[in-house]
């Protein structure tokens, strides 16, 4: 089954401790991108990847971190994680082509005290 | 910002009844897309229209594009609960790999 998956899906931590959210998918996609909702804000975006050992900055890339070692894998990773970085995050994928679906992983529900 | 709006923010209907919702996006795009999310779940793909086409159906679904008006609308007809969602509509520029969402209408179908 094609999917995109994302761990763990829940997760409350504190200012400073940092952590990666893990997000991986099976479709052999090379396009892969890191979003955030928030309330009355909708999805925007924070890091995409074009293929392995390429990244590039969305909207709102402050605070996060990226990687691309493997073609499948693309894990977020917030150094110092800050209360303003509370929200609900999505991993997705698509092809090359721009009039491919994207996939959207289940999300991720991120709690910084 | 580049983020599209969507309109209304909120929209409650009866089953049965058709629902209409709007979005307006700031620049050239290649094409334009439509997703649904189900309460704090990911998003789903519904349907494509791009830059040169101005009208798709799919199923209960329609979507329209005006590139002069920088303009969307996803109607769904004969519109059941299980209809109930947010939808998102998103685009990427030309030339560009992006896809920039818009903040979402909320749709409740009242059985």
């Known amino acids: 089954e094609a999917q995109v998956t994302q761990n763990p899906r829940y997760l409350i931590t504190v200012t400073g401790k940092k952590l990666t959210v893990t997000c991986s998918q099976n479709m052999n996609h090379e396009y892969m991108s890191w979003y955030r909702q928030d309330p009355g804000l909708g999805l925007r975006q924070i890091y995409y990847?074009?293929?392995?050992?390429?990244?590039d900055k969305g909207d709102v890339p402050e605070g996060y971190k990226v990687s691309r070692k493997e073609k499948r894998n693309f894990p977020l990773i917030l150094e110092s994680p800050s209360p303003n970085q509370t929200s609900l995050y999505f991993c997705?994928?698509?092809?090359?082509?721009?009039?491919?679906?994207?996939?959207f992983g289940p999300g991720t529900r991120l709690l910084v005290l | 910002s580049q983020q599209g709006e969507e309109d209304p923010q909120a929209l409650s209907i009866q089953e049965g009844e058709n629902a209409t919702m709007n979005c307006s996006y700031k620049t050239s795009i290649n094409n334009l897309q439509w997703y649904r999310q189900n309460s704090g779940r990911g998003l789903v793909h519904l349907i494509l229209i791009r830059s040169n086409e101005r009208e798709k159906h799919s199923g209960r679904l329609r979507v329209t594009l005006d590139t002069s008006k920088k303009s969307s609308s996803l109607l769904i007809t004969a519109s059941r609960a299980a209809d109930t969602a947010s939808y998102f509509c998103a685009y990427s520029g030309a030339g560009s790999y992006q896809l920039t969402f818009g903040k979402g209408t909320k749709l409740s179908v009242i059985p």
């Open positions: 990847s074009m293929n392995v050992e390429v990244t």
């Open positions: 997705a994928s698509r092809g090359t082509s721009r009039r491919e679906t994207q996939y």
